[in-house]
C-alpha cells in the first residue's frame, strides 16, 4: 500500500514539472498572457497546493514583464497620435484591468520557494481608461466626420462602419445616431425598376404587382433599395428595365394515338387424361391440372392535351446621371401544360400497367392565355432574381 501512495506521488510530481515547464516555455517566448492564464488555472484549484508553487513564481514574472510591454507600447502610441493608436491604447488600458482582476482574487499568493508573498505591483487605471477612451471616441468621430465630407457613396458607408464601432464603444455618443442614419441614406445605391411591355401581349397586372414587389425576393442587401416608382427627394443613380420582348402562345392541341394491345392470359384448366380418356393422378393421388391460356385484346386510345407559353425580353442596367446602358442580360422561360389521358375498348386485361395510370386520368380544361403568362412569370421572377443578385 505504502508503495501505491509513493508511485502516485511521484506520478502527480512528474505532472506539476511538466506543467510548470509548459508555463516557463510561455515566458521564455513572450506569450506572457498565456503564461499568466495557464498559471492562474492552477492555482485556482488549490493554490497551497505544493505542486502548484512553481506556478506562483511564474505568475509574477509573466505579470511583471506583460505589465512593462503594455506601458512601453503606450508610450510609444501616445507618440504616434492616430486614430489607430488612439483605439489600441484604449484596448491596452482594458487589457492591463483586467490582468489585474484575474489575478486579484487569489491573493495572497505565498510561494514556499521564494519564502514570500509574490509581489504584484497593481495599479488604478480609472482615470487613464477615461481618458485613452474619450480620446478612441474623439478619432473615431473626426474619422468618420471626414469620410462624409468627402460627400461619395463609398465615403459614407465607410462613415456608417465607422460610426457602428463608436456606438458600440459608447453608445448614444453625441449625435451618433442621426449621423450614422445620414451615412447610411447617402450611402445607398436607390435603383429605379422598370417593366416595359413591347410585346403584342396583355401582360397580367397581378404579374406585373408580383414582379414589382421587392420585399418578396429576399435580396436584403442593406446598401441598395429597389424602387418601382420613382420618390421624391431621393437620387436615382441606377435604373433597371426588365423588357418584356416577346410572348408566344400556342394554340391549345390535342392529339390522339392508338394501340392494339394483346395479351395471353390464363383462363382455367383441364385435366390431364391418359387415351383411354381417363383422368390422370399424381403419387398423392390428385388429379393433375393443365393450365388453360387465352387470347385477349383490347384497343388503346392515348390523348395528348397540350398548349405552350414563350416569354422572352432582356434586362437592361442604366447609368441614370450618364443616361447611358451599362448592361445587358437575356431572360426567358417557357411554361408547358401538358395533360395525357386514355381510354380503351375491349378486354381490360390487356392493358399494361402504364395504360391502367393513363385510365385513370381524364380530360382536363385548358389554363386560359393569362394564366399561362402568369406561371411563365413566377419564373421570370426567379431568373431576375439571380441577376441582381449578381449584378
Known amino acids: 500500500m505504502k508503495n501505491s501512495y509513493f508511485l502516485l506521488f511521484i506520478a502527480l510530481f512528474a505532472i506539476s514539472c511538466n506543467s510548470v515547464k509548459r508555463t516557463q516555455k510561455f515566458v521564455s517566448k513572450g506569450h506572457y498572457d498565456q503564461a499568466i492564464e495557464l498559471a492562474v488555472k492552477k492555482l485556482q484549484k488549490n493554490k497551497k497546493a505544493k505542486e502548484y508553487d512553481g506556478h506562483i513564481k511564474i505568475l509574477e514574472e509573466a505579470f511583471l514583464k506583460a505589465t512593462e510591454d503594455d506601458m512601453r507600447r503606450i508610450s510609444f502610441l501616445k507618440k504616434e497620435n492616430s486614430p489607430t493608436s488612439a483605439k489600441e491604447i484604449y484596448y491596452t488600458y482594458l487589457d492591463l484591468r483586467e490582468r489585474q482582476d484575474l489575478i486579484r482574487p487569489l491573493l495572497p499568493l505565498y510561494s514556499v520557494e521564494l519564502g514570500r508573498n509574490a509581489n504584484f505591483q497593481f495599479k488604478n487605471y480609472t482615470n487613464d481608461l477615461f481618458a485613452a477612451k474619450d480620446a478612441y471616441l474623439q478619432a473615431l468621430y473626426q474619422e468618420a466626420m471626414a469620410y462624409m465630407q468627402r460627400d461619395r457613396k463609398v465615403d459614407y458607408r465607410s462613415a456608417y462602419n465607422i460610426l457602428c464601432e463608436l456606438n458600440e464603444v459608447q453608445p448614444n ?219
Open 173 to 391: 455618443y453625441r449625435n451618433v445616431h442621426q449621423l450614422r442614419e445620414d451615412a447610411h441614406f447617402y450611402g445607398t445605391d436607390f435603383v429605379l425598376v422598370h417593366l416595359n411591355n413591347h410585346t403584342k401581349q396583355v401582360i397580367p397586372q397581378r404579374l406585373e404587382q408580383d414582379l414589382l414587389d421587392f420585399s418578396t425576393y429576399g435580396l436584403n442587401e442593406f446598401w441598395t433599395e429597389y424602387h418601382a416608382q420613382r420618390e421624391s427627394g431621393l437620387n436615382y443613380d441606377l435604373g433597371i428595365d426588365l423588357n418584356f420582348q416577346n410572348i408566344q402562345i400556342s394554340p391549345e392541341r390535342i392529339a390522339e394515338k392508338q394501340f392494339l394491345r394483346t395479351k395471353k392470359i390464363k383462363d382455367g384448366y383441364d385435366f390431364r387424361r391418359d387415351r383411354a380418356g381417363n383422368i390422370v393422378r399424381d403419387s398423392l393421388g390428385e388429379p393433375i391440372k393443365i393450365p388453360r391460356f387465352k387470347d385477349v385484346s383490347a384497343t388503346v386510345n392515348i390523348i395528348t392535351q397540350e398548349k405552350a407559353v414563350f416569354v422572352g425580353g432582356t434586362v437592361v442596367y442604366k447609368d441614370l446621371n450618364k443616361n447611358r446602358q451599362l448592361n445587358s442580360f437575356p431572360i426567358s422561360s417557357e411554361f408547358v401544360f401538358e395533360n395525357i389521358y386514355a381510354t380503351f375498348r375491349g378486354d381490360d386485361r390487356a392493358l399494361t400497367a402504364n395504360d391502367r395510370k393513363l385510365v385513370a386520368n381524364r380530360l382536363m380544361p385548358f389554363p386560359h392565355n393569362e394564366q399561362m403568362v402568369f406561371d411563365a412569370g413566377q419564373d421570370i421572377k426567379e431568373r431576375f432574381k439571380q441577376i441582381l443578385l449578381k449584378n
